[in-house]
């Protein structure tokens, strides 16, 4: 069973739950979404779901895919993504095909709801403009303003989707957009990619971040004992308009 922790939040109205381990936070976040899905489309006919990239959320996606998630709705879900690097959509690095592996070939998501990031476009900046485009366009058609659920992982470096430290001060003058290209650190390839800002994950009704392993213990805890160090860290400037939500595993907990 996890364990409702009572931390300080990393925000006004985060909640904090710990787990054992990622076997256990991936089930438990593969309820809470399908909760949260059911709920949205009871209450406005849709769920707009942005997934995050790299390898925590993996094992989530895979429980997406099988019978513990049927009360899924995928016929009223929405797909997008926080990030997505600058690939093919077949290639092994891509957030797409990592996605489309884990559970997207296996759920009845119509092909039109699954918002992939264009990059067979000729150049990240092409990619992100399109991006952004395309979403206008759901938010306008579908009459929302906002995705329901942003999930997003946690680089031990404070990053989150491909927002990274090093470009915090840009972010202030990306503000208008929601869609950006960007170089990521030479320490996390393939450096070049496409990222929602934080005004587009900041749109989201609720996020919440998955982390797991000793390697993110450091910025984790630093996060929600909000360091001064935390300051400068992207993850930490997440704010959802209703709810920010972090899982965690033991070993994130550094014990
Ligand atoms: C990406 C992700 C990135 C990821 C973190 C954590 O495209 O790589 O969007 O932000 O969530 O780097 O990655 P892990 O889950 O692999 O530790």
Not at 162 to 189: C, G, N, Y
Request: net charge negative; glycine share 4%; charged share 25%.
């Amino acid at each position: 069973m996890s364990d409702d922790v009572a931390q300080p939040s990393p925000s006004e109205n985060a909640h904090l739950r710990r787990f054992h381990d990622l076997e256990e936070m991936s089930r438990a976040a593969a309820e809470w979404v399908t909760q949260l899905a059911e709920q949205a489309v009871e209450r406005r006919g849709r769920f707009s779901l942005v997934l995050s990239g790299g390898s925590t959320p993996q094992r989530l996606y895979e429980l997406l895919g099988t019978p513990m998630c049927h009360g899924m709705p995928w016929e009223e879900t929405h797909l997008f993504w926080s990030d997505e690097r600058f690939v093919p959509k077949n290639h092994p690095d891509s957030n797409y095909a990592s996605a489309r592996a884990a559970f997207l070939h296996r759920v009845p998501v119509p092909p039109d709801h699954v918002h992939r990031v264009p990059t067979d476009m000729p150049s990240p900046e092409h990619a992100a403009r399109t991006y952004e485009e395309r979403l206008r366009l759901f938010f306008l058609e579908a009459g929302a303003s906002h995705f329901d659920l942003v999930l997003l992982g946690l680089g031990a470096d404070g990053h989150t989707a491909s927002l990274f430290p090093e470009h915090m001060e840009q972010q202030e003058t990306d503000e208008a957009k929601w869609v950006k290209a960007v170089i990521a650190p030479p320490t996390r390839p393939p450096i070049r990619r496409v990222t929602l800002t934080l005004k587009a994950l900041n749109s989201a009704r609720r996020a919440l971040f998955l982390v797991s392993g000793a390697e993110k213990a450091n910025a984790l805890t630093s996060i929600l004992d909000r360091t001064s160090e935390s300051r400068r860290f992207p993850a930490t400037r997440v704010r959802p308009t209703e709810q920010l939500t972090w899982f965690a595993d033991d070993a994130a907990f550094g014990r």
